[in-house]
C-alpha cells in the first residue's frame, strides 16, 4: 500500500468511526425524547414522594435518563420475584434520579439488575474483597456491573423520604464510586482539581464518623458509613437527598461538595 492509499485509508476509517459514533449519539438522543410510559407518572407519585418535588425540567431529563435506563439494563427476578413494571420504573427512577444533574450515560458499567422479593442471603465478596461468608442483605452493587436488590426494601425506602435510609440510592451511589474501577469513596469529578477539596472534605467527615461510632455517639449520617471510605460515600449520598437540611446544617462542606458533584439541591424539595 502506498502512503497516499494509506492516508486515504485512515481518512476512511476516522470518517467511519465518526459517523458511527454520531449514530450513537442520535440514538441516544431518540430515546430519551419519548414520553414517559403511560404507567409511569402514577407509579412514582405513589412510589416516590421526591418526585412531586422536581421541577418540569428535572421530571423531564428523569424521564429521558429512565428511557436510556430500561432500554440498555437488564431486570432478572430472584426467589421468586416477578418483575413488573412497578419494580423496573421504581428503581430506574431512583437510580436516575442520581444523574439528573449530568449530562451523562446511564451508569456504562452496568449491565444487569437482580431483584429479590425480600432480604437474602449472600456470600458475595465485599468491595474490599475478603469472604464475608453468608449474611442476610438488602442490596449490593458488583463491580462485575451488577446491582442486588431486595423488592421490599426498595419500596419501603422510596416511600420514605424523610428517615435518611435508601437502599437503591446507597448502591446505585456505589455503582457512581465504581466507576473508574475502584470503589473507594471517590466518584469521577467533573475537573481534576475538584479531587483536592472532595478529599479533605470526606477525609475529614469520614474520619469524624468513625471517631463517633467508636465512642456511641449519634451522628446525622448513619454509623454504617464508618465501614470504610466506600460506604460514607453512599450513606452521605442517602442523607443529602433524605435529610438535606439537617446535613447542610451540621455538615455545610460535605453538603456542598455533594451539591457541586449531583448538582441538585435536595434542600428545596423539603420544608425545612
Not at 14 to 19: C, Q, R
Not at 48 to 53: A, D, Q, T, Y
Not at 56 to 73: C, N, V
Not at 89 to 110: D, E, F
Request: positive net charge; charged residues 20%; hydrophobic residues 40%.
Amino acid at each position: 500500500m502506498t502512503l497516499f492509499h494509506l492516508f486515504y485509508s485512515c481518512i476512511a476509517a476516522a470518517a467511519l468511526a465518526g459517523a458511527f459514533i454520531l449514530i450513537i449519539h442520535m440514538n441516544r438522543r431518540r430515546i430519551r425524547q419519548q414520553p414517559p410510559g403511560g404507567n409511569w407518572t402514577a407509579i412514582l407519585k405513589r412510589n416516590l414522594p421526591m418526585f412531586e418535588h422536581l421541577t418540569g425540567e428535572q421530571r423531564t431529563r428523569l424521564y429521558g435518563m429512565m428511557h436510556l435506563f430500561l432500554a440498555r439494563k437488564k431486570f432478572e427476578g430472584c426467589g421468586g420475584q416477578e418483575i413488573t413494571e412497578e419494580i423496573k420504573v421504581t428503581i430506574a427512577a431512583q437510580a436516575c434520579l442520581l444523574l439528573i444533574g449530568h449530562k451523562t450515560k446511564a451508569y456504562p458499567r452496568l449491565k444487569t439488575i437482580l431483584v429479590y422479593p425480600h432480604a437474602y442471603q449472600s456470600g458475595q465478596k465485599g468491595l474490599f474483597g475478603g469472604d464475608n461468608g453468608q449474611s442476610a442483605r438488602l442490596g449490593e452493587s458488583w463491580n462485575s456491573g451488577v446491582v442486588v436488590l431486595a423488592w421490599d426494601s426498595v419500596l419501603g425506602g422510596a416511600r420514605n423520604i424523610l428517615d435518611g435510609h435508601n437502599v437503591t440510592l446507597h448502591e446505585f451511589a456505589h455503582q457512581l464510586d465504581q466507576e473508574d474501577g475502584a470503589a473507594d469513596g471517590a466518584p469521577i469529578l467533573a475537573q481534576r482539581t475538584a479531587y483536592v477539596d472532595w478529599a479533605r472534605v470526606f477525609r475529614q467527615e469520614y474520619t469524624e464518623l468513625v471517631d463517633k461510632t467508636r465512642r456511641g455517639r449519634k451522628s446525622t449520617l448513619d454509623r454504617y458509613g464508618a465501614t470504610n471510605p466506600a460506604e460514607f460515600f453512599a450513606v452521605a449520598t442517602e442523607t443529602f437527598f433524605e435529610k438535606p437540611h439537617q446535613l447542610k446544617s451540621r455538615h455545610p462542606e460535605l453538603y456542598a461538595e455533594l451539591q457541586d458533584y449531583y448538582r441538585l439541591d435536595p434542600g428545596n424539595w423539603q420544608e425545612p
